[in-house]
């Protein structure tokens, strides 16, 4: 079990290409934590604007009736990969990864992610 700075710290560590990480409060639209980042990608921005496409699929899997749960959600860009990763044990924060594709390998990211939430203590 390792709390959220030691999780946080662990995905960069361990994710290949792994640029920055964000754990974000979806009630409260706080990040409650960082690890890399830095000038090429401000993460508490990237939370908050991650926070509106979690809420943008939520709405729109209401609308469509679906009784699902979102696993996770991804965004590809030219150069990186966005991450987006609802906890399963408090399904009000999400983990946000962003990868460098040139370095990543976006299904063990995948995996690695998942490996890491199911350690974490809030």
């Known amino acids: 079990m390792s709390n ?3 999780s946080l710290s662990k995905v960069m560590d361990v994710v290949d290409g792994a640029i920055g990480v ?3 409060d979806f009630d409260g639209g706080l990040t409650l934590g960082t690890a890399g980042g830095g000038e090429g990608l401000d993460l ?3 939370g908050a604007g991650n926070l509106e496409v979690v809420r943008a699929m ?3 899997m209401d609308q469509l009736g679906l009784d699902d749960e979102i696993e996770d ?3 590809t860009l030219g150069e990186q990969y966005h991450l987006i990763r609802p906890l399963e044990q408090h399904s009000s924060m999400f ?3 962003a990868i460098d594709r040139s370095q990543g390998n976006l299904g063990l ?3 690695q992610l998942r490996a890491i939430e199911a350690e974490l203590v809030i």
Do not use: K, N, P
């Open 95 to 97: 983990l946000y990864l």
């Open 44 to 46: 508490e921005m990237a």
């Open 73 to 75: 959600m991804l965004v």
């Open 109 to 111: 990211s995948r995996h």
């Open 58 to 60: 939520m709405r729109v």
């Open 4 to 6: 959220v700075q030691e």
């Open 22 to 24: 964000a754990l974000v």
